[in-house]
């Protein structure tokens, strides 16, 4: 991969400080397992939002998609599909929502939504994702202003890339990605097209940044279906999300990408579960990369765990295939880990089966 696309995927705001706090958090936990216990048989799967998963996670929204891998969000929606996992659909896709379906019919969507500052144009959106026959929204809070990523910043990354002098040189190293870049559909966003200029001055001209409790009283009023408030990153508006009518909370620090030295969501993760009642499901993402990281959040009480990072690596690597890989990684880890803690089904798992 040219080296600003990887950067644009691996690295976080400012320093950093956020994406490696989150992934040392994982780390800071033990199993405690139990021996002596028919594990023979074990079941992966979690009923999420009322829909049930073969693996407790969520293949969530990433922008951009076809920058990674020309096949983009056709060739995750597949592997989720395949694989009998949820994937979320990004408003800063580079594939439509009605693409997609036609694409991959048996997708069951699930889409997430920026607010605009032009909330006509919000409006149509949400209109198009009803009609494409989403019943889940995932509206994303985190970002008021985009986050200060300066490996983009430094590799002068535009969206969609641009031929200056620096690109051209890079051709020379990366061909067959360049190939597929220039030899494909252009790489714009499906939904709108205001691009130009680094991600975060994207975020900054289109997206809102007065986003208020008000807007999301009105989005729950205009969205019959299940509705998941991302970006919460505090034990108040996780408590407030619920008040408002979500469904459901994600933990989530954009993947470090926003805040810098935010608090790694698994930190929030007991004491959300602990204050929301058992109707409003939890989930956590940031800083996981294996199937142990997944038991961990869910022995936290996670009733899921959203991957960003971990699928794009795999969609770098190999299109479909390297997305149909990384799923069955963690559907290894995943079992292997469950029969050696000792537990055959993920409703056993609690914090007894934790040290720290």
Known sequence: MPRAVFDYVDGAAGEETGLSLSRAAYRSY??????????????????MLGK????????GPTGFTRMMHHAGETAVAHAATDASVPYVLSTLGTTS???????????????QLYLWKDRGASHELLARVRESGC???????????????????????????????ATLMDMAKYPRWWSNLLTTEPLEF?????????VADLVDRVFEPS??????????????????????????????????????????????????????PIELLPGVVEALDAKTEV???????????????????????????AYLYGLMAGGQAGVERVLSIFAKEISTNMRLIGVTSLDQLDGTYLSR
């Open 30 to 47: 033990s199993f405690v397992p139990r021996v002596m216990r028919d594990v023979r048989d074990v079941d992966t799967s979690r009923t």
């Open 52 to 59: 049930r998963s073969a693996l407790p996670i969520v293949l």
């Open 97 to 111: 929502i009605e693409e997609l379906r036609s694409r991959v019919p048996h997708w069951d969507p699930w889409f």
């Open 135 to 165: 019943d889940v929204l995932v509206l994303t809070v985190d970002t008021p202003v985009g986050g200060l990523r300066l490996r983009d910043e430094r590799n002068g990354l535009s969206i969609p890339p641009k031929l200056t002098p």
């Open 190 to 198: 499906a939904t709108f097209r205001d691009s130009g200029g680094t």
């Open 211 to 264: 986003i208020t409790t008000d807007d999301v009283e009105w989005l729950r009023g205009e969205w019959p279906g299940r509705l998941v408030i991302k970006g919460i990153q505090s034990l108040e508006d996780a408590v407030l999300a619920r008040d408002l009518g979500a469904d459901a909370v994600l933990l989530s620090n954009h993947g470090g990408r926003q805040v810098e030295r935010g608090l790694p």
């Open 283 to 309: 989930f956590v993402d940031g800083g996981v990369l294996s199937g142990a990281d997944v038991l961990i959040a869910v022995a936290l009480g996670a009733t899921g765990v959203w991957l960003g990072r």
